[in-house]
């Protein structure tokens, strides 16, 4: 695939009898037709051409869920400018490492998110360069003041090379430092296509986007894809405070045919009573993941809808979308697995020896499609070590059955989902372990029923130090889901061999069993 554009998910229906005036998306304050979106993406690029963004620089974008968000999406594709979106719960220390790291050229912001950018008021490169949309604060430039009229419509109509980066897709690692995949146009198109194909889309549907578009499942998993087809976003009013009940209120109003629903909220949903077929009549598909949906909770979901299939989905921010997917059919039958490989991916188990394990033996995850990204910026090393021979190894460890179906059965990289979210328990340790009164600390992982999973702090001290402070301290520098729920002190070392690797794992049997 050459000189894709992703602009084209509008574009191409600007042209047809109806196209250009078909709703696109659906929000608090009406709706957005393509050639709205179409018209504002172009006016975005021109403001940010005026701006002074050229090819090749990099956006950085802090921003809640809103109509601006696309209009960024599309202007940059058209521009060839590299999306670096911020998570929404970031703060300070995490920020400033993104933006240093990415060289970002300039910061866009709403009025809610900014104040946590401030700090880059008065900055040598970026403290004349923070963007603004929907309302106005002091050291910023509103995105309606950069006067366009310099800038030809022409002029934002770049040429854009397959391999040219358009998304930087931050991701925390066993390092402990966020690390970002590149993805290009092409990958993000691929993607899109096959999330088309997959899931049978049509220009009927309409997907109820209730993900942060920080996030590889709010930017461009169904959303895409159903503008590509000429369906309909509908925005979730406030993704950050989902409620149930308003939830399925959302999908009746505006007659939603698709969702994506982690399993904490689907157990929600469930037990609130929530889920019926006269609340959601119209809902066909139901798409989960980031871990395994218990056979309980997928046999009350069926009872409750049973017109909506749903379908569990494995992907990652190196292959934003379905690497391994489990069809409703299989799920009772294939409890605990993943799936098979999504269409145009190509998956393998292997062991250490780079062999393919026979069926019942644990390997690594390991795949290769079109829609995977080119490596880690600035990280040559670890691309190297993570992207060999064309095929992504995922740190993911599992087993196969004779029919192809996949089940995994560890994370090497010790990840914990916590509400369907990442957290890297390095990170984590990293901040914890620069507290003057810790000598060393853990995290890991423990069942929760209400999360799923969630972070356990365990500190050797060094003097006086309270569960309280190292809380606060964590607050300070990292996100809040990542900031552990639970904290127990140890005066001991820990375990260690005899080569001084770290036994996480009797650490963390002593406090479960314990």
């Known amino acids: 695939m050459t000189h894709v554009r992703l602009d084209q998910v509008v574009r191409r229906h600007i042209g047809s009898v109806d196209g250009g005036g078909r709703a696109a998306l659906s929000t608090r304050n009406g709706d957005v037709t393509f050639l709205d979106l179409e018209e504002r993406a172009v006016l975005t690029a021109r403001r940010l051409r005026a701006a002074g963004l050229q090819r090749g620089d990099r956006l950085l974008i802090l921003m809640n869920n809103r109509v601006e968000w696309f209009d960024l999406l599309f202007a940059c594709a058209k521009l060839g400018v590299v999306m670096v979106p911020a998570n929404n719960f970031s703060v300070g220390e995490e920020l400033t490492y993104i933006v240093e790291d990415a060289g970002a050229s300039l910061v866009v912001s709403d009025p809610d998110l900014s104040p946590a950018l401030d700090f880059l008021l ?91 578009m920080c996030w590889v499942a709010g930017f461009h998993f169904l959303t895409l894809a159903t503008l590509l087809v000429g369906g309909r976003v509908a925005m979730y ?8 009940e308003e939830l399925v209120r959302a999908w009746a109003k505006d007659r939603v045919t698709l969702g994506a629903v982690v399993p904490t909220l689907l157990r929600r949903l469930i037990d609130g009573g929530h889920l019926s077929s006269e609340m959601a009549g119209t809902l066909r598909l139901m798409i989960t993941g980031s871990e395994p949906v218990p056979v309980d909770l997928l046999r009350a979901v069926h009872q409750a809808l ?190 260690r061999t005899a080569s001084g690797k770290l036994q996480k794992f009797r650490v963390r049997d002593a406090i479960v069993d314990g």
Request: proline share 7%; aromatic share 8%; net charge negative.
């Open 237 to 244: 009013p406030d993704v950050n405070r989902i409620k149930p």
């Open 122 to 212: 008065g900055h040598e490169v970026l403290g004349s360069r923070l963007v603004l949309v929907g309302g106005e604060r002091a050291g910023w430039t509103a995105i309606d003041e950069i006067d366009p009229g310099a800038v030809d419509p022409a002029d934002v109509d770049e040429e854009v090379a397959p391999d040219d980066p358009f998304l930087l897709q931050y991701t925390s690692g066993t390092t402990g430092t966020p690390k970002a995949a590149v993805h290009t146009q092409s990958t993000l198109m691929y993607n899109t296509l096959l999330m088309v194909h997959e899931y049978a889309l049509t220009e009927d549907d309409v997907y109820l986007l209730m993900v942060a």
């Open 306 to 495: 049973p017109r909506c299939e749903v379908v569990q989905s494995y992907g990652m921010s190196e292959a934003p979308a379905s690497v391994l997917r489990l069809r409703g059919a299989d799920a009772v039958a294939r409890v605990g697995s993943v799936g098979r490989p999504s269409l145009l991916c190509e998956v393998r188990i292997l062991d250490a020896s780079g062999s393919v394990v026979s069926p019942g033996q644990v390997g690594e995850i390991v795949f290769r499609s079109p829609h995977t990204a080119q490596g880690y910026w600035n990280r040559p090393e670890q691309t190297a070590a993570a992207f060999r021979d064309g095929w992504f190894h995922s740190g993911d460890l599992a087993t196969v059955d004779e029919d192809g179906f996949v089940f995994i059965v560890g994370r090497s990289k010790d990840m914990i989902i916590s509400g369907g979210i990442n957290i890297y328990p390095a990170e984590v340790e990293r901040v914890l372990n620069g507290h003057p009164g810790v000598r060393e600390a853990v995290v890991f992982g423990v069942p929760d029923p209400d999360w799923g999973e969630t972070p356990v702090a365990v500190v050797v001290p060094d003097g006086e130090v309270s569960q309280e402070e190292l809380a606060a301290y964590a607050a300070e520098r990292l996100s809040k889901f990542k900031v552990p729920k639970r904290w127990h002190f140890r005066d001991a070392a820990f375990p």
